[in-house]
């Protein structure tokens, strides 16, 4: 599927939501794409792209911002705090605020360096032992805790279990939120972004379906 057939499907679901046209940000998920498929995209003229790992970020998005300019890089992948530097060097946002060590981490090198990039606490709202992301039950906490540190807290991520019917993740995650006075939400990927803009989602992470399997390797 194309770039251009994602942006359609994206706009056609703001309209049947009766949301304002260009509200969703579409992030173009670019891990273990290998550089001649990313390029094509960023040759399309889209400039926002999400990674995981801060490592293969690091090794891919310096090169790419000399050639192109106005990129706007996510990092939507677990963290880990001895990253947080890199990640906030080269990011405009992160998705997966998860624990309170983290985001002291943050806190602290916002403080140093006076910046910050944009934050989403990412919330599990399966309760899936093996996922990463706060409880809904300690959400609201963990909300106030990372705003007491002066956190540039913009909204919330979620990521459904698979095997779950995503609408009811995406509905928790958009009340939480609502609750919290948050604006943004981060809530949808390939398979289901249609439904998590028709439920708010305000950024969604798009990935094979604009470029196409991922590779085992990445060149």
């Known amino acids: 599927m194309s770039l251009d057939e994602i942006r359609d499907r994206v706009a056609t679901a703001e309209r049947k939501a009766e949301r304002a046209p ?3 940000t579409l ?3 670019s891990k273990m794409q290998p550089d001649a498929r990313v390029e094509a995209v960023l040759e399309a003229g889209h400039r926002v792209f999400g990674e995981n790992r801060v490592q293969e970020a690091a090794g891919k998005w310096p090169a790419f911002r000399g050639r192109f300019d106005g990129i706007e890089l996510h990092i939507i992948g677990p963290l880990q705090t001895n990253k947080a530097r890199q990640a906030m060097e080269l990011a405009q946002a992160i998705h997966s605020v998860d624990r309170p060590k983290l985001a002291a981490t943050l806190a602290r090198l916002a403080q140093e360096t006076g ?3 944009e934050l989403f606490i990412q919330v599990n709202t399966g309760e899936e032992a093996q996922k990463a992301g706060v409880l809904p039950v300690e959400a609201d906490g963990f909300v106030k805790e990372c705003r007491a540190m002066d956190l540039p807290v913009r909204g919330l991520m979620c990521i459904p279990p698979v095997e779950e019917e995503p609408s009811l993740h995406f ?3 958009a009340k939480i939120a609502e609750r919290n006075g948050l604006s943004g939400l981060s809530m949808g990927m390939s398979g289901d972004f249609e439904s998590a803009i028709a439920l708010g989602a305000t950024h969604v992470r798009v990935g094979s379906a604009i470029f196409g399997e ?4 990445v060149s």
């Open 22 to 24: 260009g509200s969703v």
């Open 27 to 29: 992030i173009a998920v």
């Open 115 to 117: 910046a910050c990039p």
């Open 171 to 173: 509905a928790l995650l």
């Open 214 to 217: 991922r590779s085992s390797k």
